[in-house]
């Protein structure tokens, strides 16, 4: 009986790990396709690669998709930080339940929501006080830190919430400043916290196609926004070997993620 | 809270006078308000009065001019006098049109049954984790996350290629002899339920691994001692105490499939009707922005509220 239901389990969960991969595999596979059909294999090629790197409409949006990711994943680690400062360490003060209630709807705000609803902030702020004008970087930087935030604010908050208060309250008892208290004691232990907040509101940025069309002028098309069209209009083997380059960039970083916390576990396994 | 080694704890109230004077003296310092005011604020800003505009919106009239709507309030300098015009044609209009209602209702059919496949594909895969050694864990956690880091475009439009009519999956059954005519996947509403499982798999195998790791695996010998079959034991001691992951997990994957755009674009056929793709057309295409703000208006209230308060009372943190 016991037999019978490991392999159940273990079939129904290799099954959803090939479902999980076959997709992206292909994709992978397919980049190095020589046929410019999608679906016909015509030996290996790497032409697809120059395709990509020549394509100026692509590269263009690539460099200010890094853009717009790097500045409001920047942006969001600091607010964010905050918000899960004040949630967890700073007690109660009035309007906490409605900050807290701010902070976690963003997580599941459907994006067509958030998209229309920033486009239409920055609308009526441009009629009100003339600022900002049009739309471009800076409102799609504006409204990437802002669901971002949320993020970030939540692996902070958790990572304060799990950690031991002693430390913070032994600094303070050997007459620490706030100030001083926050950045000598507090931030080294939630780095981390920090470093994956940032990460990850770097790749949601990065993947956002919703929002930013919505908040985005015209001649401000991000990465996502070209692809998307791109792919409405049929094939595009090119589109291939950029996932192809935006899988590997990721797959090195968790490898590399791994290898690290495998590093940090043996050498606490030492120290004990 | 720990053993209290400081007399000032952090947001507990000192009893004394002396004590309640100085927690409040320092508790209004103007580090503190700045602290708690700059996240507030650029909330305050940039996420609650965005929604307050789309509902002065959803009361305005289209209108042929920049911004495209009119203004709620109407100014006669003659009389020195303001009305407020309230529009209630779009709210009216959304529901006299069948077409809005259905797209209401389709989206979340289409939620519902992506997030039920969802859990179904991501229940044995979560127990998997949770049960396995600590160094195969962190390689099959790893797994599961690393599409979740990939672009989610590209993730949609690697089933394209896998759906379409000279797709992967029909050369395959073909080559077979399974299938002797290619099947229509692509553009149509199994396409979508697809899409979403995938896309969203993650978001239900970790809060369900939480659940399912913090599980009391006694019990289960416990319960196999006293003669449970697998079963038995599965539906009466593993599905109850996964019950919180799986309340999370849903609706982390049940509220943004209902509001989905990508998807029933790209793998959704034209009948797909999703109220994501109803409020973007509205937007983009008829460039009717009042009506547009009335579907989000009408899709806050009705489909996300409510869940979010279910997600705040809830143990629903918990998969963060």
């Given amino acids: 009986m016991q037999q019978r239901k490991s392999l159940f389990l273990n079939t129904s969960a290799t099954l959803g790990f090939i479902f999980l991969y076959a997709p992206i595999i292909a994709l992978i596979v397919y980049s190095f396709n020589k046929s410019k059909l999608v679906t016909v294999w015509g030996g290996w090629s790497l032409k697809w690669y120059s395709a990509l790197f020549n394509n100026e409409q692509i590269m263009t949006a690539a460099w200010l998709s890094l853009k717009v990711a790097f500045i409001s994943a920047s942006v969001a680690v600091v607010l964010g930080t905050l918000a899960g400062f004040v949630l967890s360490r700073m007690g109660r003060f009035p309007g906490k339940l409605v900050l807290s209630g701010w902070i976690t709807a963003p997580l599941v705000m459907p994006e067509v929501i958030t998209g229309l609803s920033l486009l239409l902030l920055f609308v009526a702020m441009e009629g009100a006080f003339g600022w900002p004008s049009g739309r471009g970087i800076g409102t799609i930087i504006i409204a990437h830190s802002t669901f971002c935030l949320a993020y970030v604010a939540v692996i902070v908050q958790s990572r304060l919430s799990a950690m031991d208060e002693s430390l913070e309250e032994a600094a303070m008892d050997l007459g620490a400043k706030p100030f001083s208290l926050f950045f000598l004691v507090t931030l080294p232990l939630i780095s981390p916290a920090i470093i994956s907040g940032w990460l990850l509101s770097f790749t949601l940025s990065l993947d956002d196609l919703v929002i930013a069309s919505f908040v985005s002028g015209p001649g401000n098309s991000t990465l996502p926004m070209v692809i998307f069209s791109k792919v409405r209009l049929g094939v595009t083997p090119e589109v291939n070997a950029l996932a192809t380059i935006m899988i590997g960039i990721v797959a090195l970083g968790v490898v590399g993620a791994i290898w690290q916390m495998r590093r940090q576990n043996r050498m606490m396994n030492r120290l004990d | ?320």
């Fill in chain 2, 1 to 320: 809270m720990n053993a209290p080694v400081s007399l000032n704890i952090p947001g507990q109230k000192p009893v004394s006078g002396l004590g309640r004077l100085i927690y409040t003296l320092r508790h209004l310092s103007i580090g503190r308000w700045t602290v708690i005011s700059l996240p507030s604020l650029w909330l305050a800003v940039f996420f609650f009065v965005p929604f307050l505009v789309v509902f002065k919106i959803s009361l305005a009239e289209p209108t042929i001019s920049i911004p495209p709507y009119s203004s709620l309030l109407e100014w006669d300098p003659e009389e020195s006098f303001a009305t407020l015009k309230l529009n209630l044609g779009n709210y009216i209009y959304l529901f006299e049109d069948t077409f809005y209602l259905e797209a209401y209702l389709s989206s979340i059919r289409i939620a519902a049954v992506s997030t039920f496949f969802t859990l179904l594909v991501a229940f044995p895969m979560a127990y998997l984790i949770a049960r396995s050694k600590s160094t195969t864990r962190i390689l099959l956690l790893s797994l599961v996350i690393l599409p979740f880091w990939t672009s989610f475009l590209l993730r949609v439009y690697a089933w394209m290629g896998f759906l379409k009519k000279n797709g992967l999956i029909n050369e395959f059954l073909l080559s077979f002899g399974i299938i002797d005519q290619p099947l229509t996947m692509l553009q149509t509403d199994f396409a979508v339920y697809i899409g979403i499982v995938y896309t969203y798999l993650p978001f239900m195998v970790l809060p369900l691994y939480t659940a399912l790791e913090k599980m009391d695996i006694t019990l289960l010998e416990a319960a196999e001692d006293l003669g449970g079959r697998p079963m038995q034991n599965f539906f009466l001691i593993t599905l109850p105490l996964a019950i919180p992951g799986i309340i999370a997990g849903c609706l982390l994957v049940f509220i943004p499939a209902v509001g989905e755009y990508v998807i029933p674009a790209l793998l959704g056929g034209s009948d797909t009707l999703m109220i994501g793709k109803v409020l973007w057309d509205e937007f983009f295409l008829n460039r009717d922005w009042p009506m547009a703000s009335a579907v989000a208006t009408v899709m806050l209230i009705v489909l996300v509220l409510p869940i979010m308060l279910i997600r705040n009372t809830n143990s629903g943190k918990e998969a963060f």
